[in-house]
């Protein structure tokens, strides 16, 4: 996520880690705005991945298919 510019401290609550010490104790404010700009962050750059996985394997098997034929 750090990659995305996401803040750290929002990240780790993203993934459901625990915040240590006082902060963890102390900050009750739950980031529900900052998670879900965070996770919509992340979904799109998944999506990006995702697409550019689809069409490497489309160009690999249209070439695999030119060579076979």
Excluded: C, P
Aim: proline share 0%; charged share 30%; glycine share 8%.
């Amino acid at each position: 996520m750090s990659e995305l510019r996401i803040n750290s401290d929002v990240a780790e609550r993203v993934l459901g880690h625990v915040i240590a010490g006082v902060v963890g104790i102390y900050d009750r404010h739950a980031y529900l705005d900052e998670k879900r700009d965070a996770l919509e962050r992340w979904a799109v750059r998944g999506a990006e991945i995702v697409g550019a996985l689809s069409d490497a394997a489309a160009e690999e098997a249209r070439l695999l298919d030119e060579m076979l034929s």
